[in-house]
């Protein structure tokens, strides 16, 4: 049965010695006003998390893969433990962590919130994605609902009495939303009547709580066709008295479950809305615009679960790699055993610090992001909300894809260092991968992710979220210069710096001739920025590391330990950013076939 410990010590590392998140937080009134910026605070609230995660529900994990949810007349039921651990934990206050305080919530900040979030996800990945949903439907409320709704919805988000669900996805459509057939009729008394199947609905139907808040896409009769017709509403399994109390129940109904590879624990609606109640949150026809707050938390949230799966399965794998005996090293390390670990070998080693490499690397990033979060949201000064939150907009589908991608690789690599025994399932590695992959792919694929990437968020502004990005890379370089410990990696840093922004503009005048070549080169583009990103990362890493052991601070081998992985990183992963120069620069060419000979398909092509 695998285990999880919170890798606190890591998450305290960037807080205090890499972030200095205290000092960060303490520019910000808001968090200062509500007194939740401090470092003692933070560390209380993360020793409670982790505490929770190890002893609530990763008991669940395994038990809950097992048995999965069921459903009958319309009738969810999660599989056993999973409901009372989730009144437990609103009970406790996790629902409402970073909620505002004028609803019930805590006021604590962002960056400990997601590190709270990355707790839940390596203990229970299915689990986490129930109350995950309803902090995004708090968040797409809270920025676009009426006061009066606000008043009577949020509070209850907050405190986990109700939850809340995404629904987007339709049979036919899942990436071009713009072809949503789901209805909206205008009852004229500031209601509306939905109708249209949803599908694939995360934490659709459950019985964790009294009421479901299911944000939906629909158009409203007469809307313009594609995204410019959709509109935000809010359909409330039970309608919702004025005052709060519930009423009768809403014709929106779990028709079936999705039998899935992974996040079987999760239970992933068909939902039927059959002249459904609801409410407009925002403009009418601006839904896109309000679903992107909700999404871009998912997204981060999302990403997070590439690194709480990964963490998870490297902390078994390491555990396995040291007590599992095979062949000999030389020489020997267990010379009155039989045989040796198998941590010994180099090739074991370097599946190990590949994964370990990959989750620090995510983990900074998610850190950076969050606080990033914060000062957009609550910093004084505009030029900083601004810069922050063009940082957010550029490197979050970065986050999304790349650690989506490096965590579902890193439980691959991780159930190969267990060999045979970590495709058997009681080892609980072969869970870890089926639950990894789904990141991939739901709140757009990672395909549609790089292509927001270049397409709206590097070219769409002529480069300058990118910019603002090699701006900072430039100026650690800058500023590191002459240090001759840091200067192996600064001189690989500056490089890939002016290299981004030259494949930035091979990518973009090819795209001005012929669109495909933005999409045939945006998968490894996000890949490079990604371990551009990481590399940046890396360095600042090692800068503390450094700092910490020239203080004597290191008896233990922890920060020696950071340095090593960085080292690694830069030796042995982020290389790939060669050949996927070279693949980016190969352009579309090669993807641009005879489409008779290659798949078989005749037609006559009609430009628009
Ligand atoms: C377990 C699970 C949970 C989910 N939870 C939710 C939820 O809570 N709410 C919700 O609304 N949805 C949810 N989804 C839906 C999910 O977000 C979609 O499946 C996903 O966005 C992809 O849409 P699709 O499946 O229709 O694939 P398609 O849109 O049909 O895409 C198929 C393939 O084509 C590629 N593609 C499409 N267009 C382009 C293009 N222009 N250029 C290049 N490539 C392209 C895609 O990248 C993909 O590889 C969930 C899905 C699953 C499986």
């Known amino acids: 049965m695998p285990t999880y410990k919170a890798p606190l010590r890591d998450m305290r590392f960037l807080l205090k010695d890499v972030f200095q998140a205290e000092r960060a937080l303490s520019e910000l009134p808001y968090y200062v006003g509500h007194e939740t910026h401090s470092a003692d605070l933070a560390d209380q609230i993360l020793d409670e998390a982790a505490r929770f995660a190890s002893n609530v529900i990763q008991p669940l994990n395994m038990s809950g893969d097992a048995e999965g949810c069921s459903v009958s007349n319309g009738v969810v039921t999660t599989p056993a433990g999973f409901k009372e651990a989730f009144k437990q934990f609103a009970a406790a206050g996790w629902t409402g962590l970073d909620g505002d305080p004028e609803y019930g919530g805590q006021g604590v900040p962002h960056v400990i919130g997601n590190a709270v979030s990355e707790m839940m996800i390596g203990a229970n990945t299915a689990w986490s994605m129930y109350p995950g949903l309803s902090h995004g439907a708090y968040t797409a409320l809270k920025a676009y609902a009426s006061d009066e709704t606000k008043n009577i919805y949020l509070p209850k988000l907050l405190a986990g009495e109700w939850t809340g669900t995404m629904c987007l996805t339709e049979p036919h459509c899942g990436t071009d939303l ?17 109708s249209g199947t949803k599908i694939f609905i995360s934490a659709g139907e459950h019985d964790f709580a009294d009421n479901i808040v299911h944000l939906v896409l629909a158009r409203i009769e007469g809307a313009p066709a594609g995204t410019k017709g959709i509109s935000l509403f809010l359909v409330p399994k039970f309608l919702v008295n004025t005052d709060g109390s519930l009423g009768e129940r809403n014709p929106v109904v779990c028709a079936s479950l999705e039998h899935k590879m992974g996040i079987k624990a999760n239970a992933t609606a068909v939902l039927n809305f059959d002249g459904a109640r609801g409410i407009l949150v925002g403009q009418p026809n601006k839904g896109m615009q309000a679903m992107f707050i909700m999404m871009n938390g998912a997204r981060l949230g999302t990403a997070m679960q590439g690194l709480g799966l990964g963490e998870a399965a490297y902390q078994n794998a390491l555990a396995y790699a040291k007590d599992r005996i095979q062949m000999r090293h030389e020489p020997r390390l267990t010379p009155a055993e039989p045989a040796d670990p198998i941590i010994g070998y180099p090739d074991v080693r370097r ?10 690397g995510a983990r900074a990033l998610t850190f950076w992001l969050s606080l990033q979060l914060d000062v957009e949201h609550h910093h004084p000064d505009a030029a900083k909300r601004e810069e922050a939150a063009d940082i957010v907009a550029l490197l979050t589908p970065v986050a999304k894809a790349f650690m989506t991608d490096n965590g579902f690789q890193g439980t691959v690599l991780a159930q190969q260092v267990f060999g045979g025994h970590g495709y058997i399932k009681e080892w609980g590695m072969e869970q870890f991968v089926r639950d990894a992959r789904i990141g991939q792919i739901y709140e757009g694929t990672n395909g549609i992710q790089a292509l927001d990437l270049i397409g709206r968020k590097v070219l769409g502004d002529g480069g300058k979220k990118l910019q603002k990005l090699s701006g900072l890379l430039a100026s650690f370089v800058e500023e590191n210069e002459g240090n001759e410990d840091l200067a192996p990696m600064l001189e690989v840093l500056g490089k890939a710096a002016q290299q981004a922004g030259t494949l930035t503009m ?33 360095a600042l890493m090692s800068k503390a590391a450094l700092e910490q052991i020239a203080l004597g601070n290191d008896k233990e081998g922890f920060y020696k330990a950071k340095l090593q992985t960085a080292q690694f990183y830069y030796a042995k992963l982020f290389p790939e950013t060669k050949a996927l120069a070279a693949t980016i620069k190969a352009g579309n060419d090669t993807l641009a076939v005879d489409d008779a000979a290659m798949f078989g398909i005749e037609r006559e092509l009609v430009h628009a």
């Open 178 to 194: 713009g072809l949503l057939r789901t209805k909206a009729a205008d009852n004229g008394d500031g209601t509306f009547n939905i």
């Open 351 to 360: 599946m190990l610090m590949t994964v370990k490499a990959y989750n620090e």
């Open 506 to 538: 091979v990518i973009g005048q090819k795209a001005m001739q012929n669109p495909d070549e933005a999409n045939a080169a945006a998968v490894d583009y996000l890949r490079y920025i990604g371990h551009v990103t990481y590399a940046y990362l890396f």
